[in-house]
């Protein structure tokens, strides 16, 4: 199996651009988060979803981002406009629900840089 | 609130020393437990996870325990090498599908 996919993995705009983050999930996998690593906060769960509806948006940290899972296989996590303050690192991570052993399967991450 | 710490932020240590790495949390009322590796630039990979359970996992030199009662786990990592230079972060499941994440260990291994 190929992993979490994650593209792109260095993003670099200016403020006021919409971004647009793509993740694809290990095939099986029910569940899909989107997290955010900064140096500040450490690793915040921004969406959760499951059987490819959200769940719990409400690590979200405005209107400004929204994300997506029109189907099973991917996912979209997008940023419009665009601030110097979303500049972080953004992982995509499944799991298996299978009511027990549930370990977490990370992406390698996009780097975003808004500048 | 669960919160997790991690004691120390940062420990370098010479090739082929023992070492333990530290997790607490405040609410013992976990799901599970896991023990992530994060290379630099890179994403994090599950190294170890503990049911609630249970008392320990084991994989190759790394040991990783769990007591509840008292809000600690720790990382063994027997025969440290160069390659174990990463940051390693310990994550609780409350409950429900929120995982809480320390701020991680920087461990660096001298050769």
């Known amino acids: 199996d190929a992993g979490v996919i994650q593209s792109p993995r260095h993003e670099v705009t200016e403020m006021g651009q919409e971004v647009t983050l793509r993740c694809k999930p290990i095939s099986g996998h029910n569940s899909l988060f989107w997290y955010r690593q900064t140096m500040m906060r450490g690793l915040e769960l921004l969406i959760y979803f499951n059987n490819n509806v959200p769940i719990d948006d409400s690590g979200m940290p405005e209107d400004r981002f929204s994300a997506k899972m029109p189907n099973a296989s991917f996912s979209t996590l997008k940023i419009q406009p665009s601030e110097p303050r979303d500049s972080a690192v953004y992982f995509c991570?499944?799991?298996?629900?299978?009511?027990?052993?549930?370990?977490?399967?990370f992406g390698s991450g996009t780097q975003l840089s808004v500048l | 609130k669960q919160e997790v710490t991690q004691i120390p932020a940062a420990l370098s240590v010479p090739e082929g020393e023992n070492l333990v790495l530290n997790c607490s949390f405040t609410?013992?009322?976990?799901?599970?437990l896991q023990w992530f590796r994060q290379d630099p630039g890179k994403g994090l990979t599950s190294l170890l996870l503990i049911q609630s359970s249970q008392r320990e996992q084991t994989s190759g030199r790394l040991n990783a325990s769990l007591d509840k009662s008292s809000g600690r786990s720790t990382l063994y990592i027997a025969a440290s090498q160069p390659g174990d230079s990463a940051t390693y972060l310990c994550a609780v499941r409350p409950g429900g599908f929120k995982t809480i994440f320390g701020a991680g260990t920087r461990l660096f291994v001298k050769a």
């Open positions: 991570a499944s799991s298996p629900t299978s009511g027990g052993y549930e370990k977490l399967f």
């Open positions: 609410d013992s009322a976990i799901y599970n």
